[in-house]
């Protein structure tokens, strides 16, 4: 049985800063390509970057330069550092594999960017 328990959502001003944390409980993480994907009102849910094993990114244009994913295969937990915030930002984040496993998805940390 595999859980993602996504973390570090918050309320953040335009401009600011965040770091989500992933954490994989009963899982073979160190496996996985890992994604982090978001949701915002009314949209479906897209992906906004993804790591390899190795530590291989990349990002949807959307966020390419503002955002980065990191890992740490011996903790099991995947990090999404958020800066230079804008309100289009705003949605629920969600960890999982790529591609997806419907299984996997957590309940995700809310990220709402609003001055």
């Known amino acids: 049985q595999v859980q993602l328990v996504e973390s570090g959502g918050g309320l953040v001003q335009p401009g600011g800063s965040l770091r989500l944390s992933c954490a994989a409980v009963?899982?073979?993480?160190?496996?996985?390509?890992m994604g982090w994907y978001r949701q915002a009102p009314g949209k479906q849910r897209e992906l906004v970057g993804r790591?390899?094993?190795?530590?291989?990114?990349n990002y949807a244009d959307s966020v390419k330069g503002r955002f980065t994913i990191s890992r740490d295969n011996a903790k099991n937990t995947v990090y999404l550092q958020m800066n230079s915030l804008k309100s289009e930002d705003t949605a629920v984040y969600y960890c999982?594999?790529?591609?997806?496993?419907?299984?996997?998805w957590g309940q995700g940390t809310q990220v709402t960017v609003s001055s």
């Open positions: 790591i390899t094993i190795g530590g291989s990114t």
């Open positions: 009963g899982s073979i993480f160190s496996g996985y390509v």
């Open positions: 999982n594999s790529w591609p997806p496993r419907r299984d996997y």
